[in-house]
T-cell receptor
Framework: NAGVTQTPKFRVLKTGQSMTLLCAQDMNHEYMYWYRQDPGMGLRLIHYSVGEGTTAKGEVPDGYNVSRLKKQNFLLGLESAAPSQTSVYFC???????????????FGPGTRLTVL | AQSVSQHNHHVILSEAASLELGCNYSYGGTVNLFWYVQYPGQHLQLLLKYFSGDPLVKGIKGFEAEFIKSKFSFNLRKPSVQWSDTAEYFCAVSHMDSNYQLIWGAGTKLIIKP
């Protein structure tokens, strides 16, 4: 099993360009999350999904859009990239059974994005 | 705003030394507490978690953490570290009012000298 995978691993964009990050999971988990990690800060939640066809905003959603058309995939889009979006992006999944607050999250390897 | 504080951003220890990494949070209600670890080149993974019961929680690789409610703390401990414990350690908190969000500390980078 691959677990949680992210594509691409690295990307450099120019300001104003767009791109989509793909998160794929083969764990049959209901919940999926997109985080960003910046130096000296903890992970911050961008958007999340509690099931196929659902999405919701997290702590820092501005400048990003997401879609979850299939249970196994969660896409993160940047429509017009800005230097402030330079970061490492992590995808995570969780079973979503019972209380979400006690769920273990399973992470992908991360995508390092630089916006010039 | 709710927050999680990890007191040390960088820790350097020699092998066989004892380890304690601090974690404090600022929410007054019922919480769930997590320690995640990221070894070099690997994914973030769960080390241990607390959600009820015995406040002393044991995790993988000989790690343990103690929940002290009166101190709002969940410190991570290991009696004797190994070189393979070199990693970044993250503390995180969730509660029923945090709307599906884990609140993360900034992380502690631990380097073990062989």
């Amino acid at each position: 099993n691959a677990g949680v995978t992210q594509t691409p691993k690295f990307r450099v964009l120019k300001t104003g360009q767009s791109m989509t990050l793909l998160c794929a999971q083969d764990m049959n988990h209901e919940y999926m999350y997109w985080y960003r990690q910046d130096p000296g800060m903890g992970l911050r939640l961008i958007h999340y999904s509690v099931g196929e066809g659902t999405t919701a905003k997290g702590e820092v959603p501005d400048g990003y859009n997401v879609s979850r058309l299939k249970k196994q995939n969660f896409l993160l889009g940047l429509e017009s990239a800005a230097p402030s979006q330079t970061s490492v992006y992590f995808c995570a999944t969780a079973r979503g059974e019972g209380g979400w607050w006690a769920d273990t999250q399973y992470f992908g390897p991360g995508t390092r994005l630089t916006v010039l | 705003a709710q927050s999680v504080s990890q007191h040390n951003h960088h820790v350097i220890l020699s092998e066989a030394a004892s380890l304690e990494l601090g974690c404090n949070y600022s929410y007054g209600g019922t919480v769930n507490l997590f320690w995640y670890v990221q070894y070099p080149g690997q994914h973030l993974q769960l080390l241990l978690k607390y959600f009820s019961g015995d406040p002393l929680v044991k995790g993988i690789k000989g790690f343990e953490a103690e929940f002290i409610k009166s101190k709002f703390s969940f410190n991570l401990r290991k009696p004797s570290v190994q070189w393979s414990d070199t990693a970044e350690y993250f503390c995180a908190v969730s509660h029923m009012d945090s709307n599906y969000q884990l609140i993360w500390g900034a992380g502690t980078k631990l380097i073990i000298k062989p």
